[in-house]
């Protein structure tokens, strides 16, 4: 799968963007602040269309315009699909277009294209708090199975109505939203924990390649038994009075965690800076391979300032581990000492917005 031209206007402090990607990828050269970050966002963008940094999309809009838009032609199987996002100050809804044909429903155009982004933030997948982790599962595994995607739209949607009764203390309304929330909520938890069960040895093989112990596993945190909807009904229960207190529902995956250890000791609390960083990047190697896997395609790579800090000797490591002849691969460096030597894409540069080649 790659990405072979992306239209981007009225994207943050990007210049109008028209530019045609090389099947290999591209690095992209600049100093911080003059839009490469941008740019991985904008080609991001059409995967769940939405921003990678977690920013509304009134914050992506340029200063003071009228809105954004973003076009991606992805080419899978020597097939090319459009994608077009529309997005206007002040509308309450994006417009999503594939091929031209505008879609209702926003998952029926997410996952068409599909990349995996690293950013030097995403070391909180194992030093952060659980919604880094869980946010990482609803993203991969919507992206690897649209059941899945299905079923987390729905579930949320029963979550939000039901938290509306607790508000009102109304548990005769909230109880309304309670087989909905149990029978996609099962699902969630099904499918995490069969990832899981693919998952945990992949990680050990992952630090153990990146230099670290492979004394470790991903073990779930949460009641595993609800991937059984019949578990629900008891679970609720017992935490009615909790829920009530709260004015929240206080069961359910949207509460759960995935752990990471290293010699049964969790990262998050005692690994160490560069444990963490490992653990994180194996994470993303993990969504990698899930992807492929599950899609039965390679997707585009976007790496933002990885090799930063890093040693001529890790770099190398990381590189041979994350760039691939199969694999379009975007990545950005403040210099280009900083890229590794063996990278073998063009160079662009990013200043105040414009991108030349």
């Not at 602040?33 to 059409?46: C, D, F, R």
């Not at 999309?57 to 340029?62: H, K, Q, R």
Request: glycine share 8%; with cysteine; charged share 25%.
């Amino acid at each position: 799968m790659r990405l072979t031209r992306l239209v981007a206007r009225g994207f943050r402090n990007l210049a109008d963007v028209e530019c045609e990607l090389p099947a290999a990828g591209v690095a992209l050269l600049g100093a911080n602040g003059q839009g490469k970050t941008n740019l991985l966002e904008a080609i991001y963008y059409p995967v769940l269309f939405r921003s990678l940094r977690g920013a509304s999309d009134a914050e992506v809009i340029g200063f003071g315009g009228p809105g954004f838009q973003v076009k991606a032609t992805v080419e899978l199987d020597d097939r090319s699909t459009a994608l077009t996002t529309t997005v206007s100050s002040g509308a309450r809804r994006k417009r999503i277009t594939v091929d031209g044909e505008e879609q209702r429903r926003l998952t029926d155009a997410v996952g068409i294209w599909m990349a995996v982004a690293f950013l030097p933030s995403d070391v909180a997948l194992a030093g952060g708090p659980a919604t880094e982790r869980r946010h990482y599962l609803d993203r991969m595994l919507s992206l690897a199975d649209h059941r899945y995607l299905t079923s987390l739209s729905r579930y949320r949607a029963a979550l939000a109505q039901r938290n509306s009764g607790l508000r009102q203390d109304r548990p005769d309304l909230a109880a309304m939203f309670d087989r909905p929330l149990a029978t996609a909520g099962a699902q969630i938890v099904a499918a995490r924990l069969a990832w899981l069960e693919r998952a945990s040895s992949q990680f050990a093989e992952e630090l153990s390649w990146l230099g670290d112990t492979t004394d470790a596993e991903l073990r779930y945190h949460g009641h595993a038994d609800l991937a059984d909807p019949s578990a629900w009904p008891a679970a609720l229960e017992a935490a009615a009075q909790r829920d009530r207190s709260r004015g929240m529902t206080t069961v359910g995956p949207h509460r759960d965690d995935l752990r990471l250890l290293i010699a049964g000791r969790a990262v998050r609390e005692f690994g160490s800076t560069g444990q963490q960083r490992s653990a994180a990047v194996a994470l993303k190697l993990i969504e990698i391979a899930t992807l492929r896997q599950s899609r039965g395609t390679e997707p585009a790579l976007l790496l933002d300032d990885v090799f930063a800090e890093l040693d001529r000797n890790r770099q190398e490591r990381l590189a041979e581990r994350l760039l691939s002849p199969s694999r379009q691969t975007v990545l950005t460096a403040p210099r280009r000492d900083e890229l590794p030597p063996s990278l073998a894409v063009p160079v662009w540069t990013v200043c105040r917005g414009v991108i030349e080649r």
